[in-house]
């Protein structure tokens, strides 16, 4: 690990809790920030997240580690009075301030842009809300399955025909979302390069569902005509389908028009090319049932280890479909730095996932585990000039907990 890195000597103060907002923060924390997470006395909720279904049960909090690695612990008060003096020191010293609470409660806590940018105008403020800044909904509280999955319309399209909407992935929406997050940041630090200039940056879980959503919700914008839901025994396009091996691996097959005849020859079918049900795009159409249950018979017949020579030796689109136990078995996870060690977590956390972006010639920050509640309060308050009998007065408050809670 280089001692310089991209982001070196950049101060970053994550108020945010949950994923989002945390884990723009972590990609800062790859390239060298400074990262103060700052979270209740009691904790932010998410290092409980192994415990709560629907995620995956561990006894190590690998969701808090993941949303946290590489960064300093603090436990504080927002509500308390004595906190202000710690916030104006935090913002201060801060070129980046990430914020997630809903406005009406950070109105309350005077953590609005306003309240914060007269202490330090060339902070960058990170605001993410839920449903955005305006609009009738804009104080709605929001998680990714509400306003970047369904608000979005994703959820609406992402299942089959028949089936109802489904429960999508924890955090799928939240990661992606913090890659936004991360990019407003960057584009701001980039600007006050240029100007000196601070800004208040944001993005919303609803925008970017609506990005990711964005080619079906561009057609609505013109009145496309859309197809039915997807049913794979009746695709819109038997090329463009998932269909199953022998050994029950489902795969995903996309066949371009300039692959047909090439596929059609090294699946053993180069028949359909002429026969009149398929040949003709008016039968086509009505026939795409038939055609759909000749593939389901043909790649049922043998197991995907054969589908994947077959279609890697004619250059074909294809993805086998894997569960998470599977994936973390996938040699180019490690052979693309997509996994990495996590140094201190303990138990059986011993790696994580890196950052989705790599700066060749630049080598990230080793992933070192989340910290504790409070873990180094001590430490950070005297960095912001506080002396220690005034850490001991914002103990005596509340503002920060006692050292025995904070090592929880």
């Not at 002429?274 to 043998?302: H, K, M, V």
Request: charged share 20%; aromatic share 8%; net charge negative.
């Amino acid at each position: 690990m280089a001692s310089e890195n991209i982001f070196s000597g950049l101060k970053v103060v994550d108020l945010a809790s949950f994923i989002a907002g945390p884990s723009a923060a972590v990609i800062l924390s790859d390239f060298g920030a400074d990262v103060i997470k700052v979270e209740p006395p009691n904790g932010d909720l998410w290092r409980h997240a192994n415990n709560i279904p629907p995620q995956p049960v561990a006894e190590d909090a690998y969701p808090w580690h993941l949303a946290n690695r590489n960064k300093r612990g603090m436990a504080l008060d927002l509500k308390s009075p004595d906190a202000r003096q710690v916030i104006e020191k935090l913002v201060k010293w801060a070129d980046v301030l990430i914020v997630n609470t809903p406005h009406p409660a950070r109105a309350r806590l005077k953590l609005e842009y306003e309240d914060v940018v007269g202490w330090n105008p060339r902070l960058i403020y990170a605001d993410l809300t839920g449903f955005g800044e305006n609009g009738p909904d804009a104080d709605l509280p929001g998680f990714d399955i509400t306003a970047y999955w369904a608000r979005s319309g994703l959820l609406s399209m992402t299942r089959d025909a028949g089936a109802p909407p489904t429960w999508p992935v924890a955090g799928s929406g939240d990661n992606a979302t913090a890659v936004g997050l991360y990019s407003a940041i960057v584009t701001a630090l980039y600007r006050r390069e240029r100007t000196g200039e601070g800004a208040r940056v944001t993005t919303s879980l609803l925008a970017e569902g609506i990005w990711s959503a964005s080619v079906s919700i561009q057609a609505a914008l013109c009145d496309a005509k859309f197809f039915a839901l997807h049913d794979r025994r009746n695709p819109a396009n038997a090329a463009m389908n998932v269909y199953r091996a022998a050994d029950d691996t489902w795969f995903v097959l996309v066949v371009t028009s300039d692959k047909l005849e090439a596929v059609a020859k090294a699946i053993g079918r180069p028949d359909l090319l002429t026969d009149p049900r398929f040949s003709d795009p008016a039968q086509l159409l009505e026939n795409r049932p038939q055609l759909t249950a000749i593939l389901d018979e043909l790649f049922g017949a043998q197991p995907m280890e054969y589908w994947y020579k077959v279609f890697s030796g004619v250059h074909v689109t294809f993805g086998a479909v894997r569960n998470p136990q599977e994936v973390i078995a996938d040699p180019q996870l490690r052979a693309n730095d997509i996994v990495v060690p996590l140094e201190g977590a303990g138990g059986k956390l011993t790696s994580t996932i890196s950052s989705p972006m790599q700066v060749h010639g630049v080598a990230k920050v080793a992933a070192k585990r989340a910290p504790n509640i409070g873990e180094h309060n001590d430490e950070i308050l005297q960095q912001l000039g506080f002396s220690a009998s005034e850490i001991d007065g914002l103990r005596e408050s509340g503002a920060i907990p006692k050292v025995k809670e904070a090592a929880v």
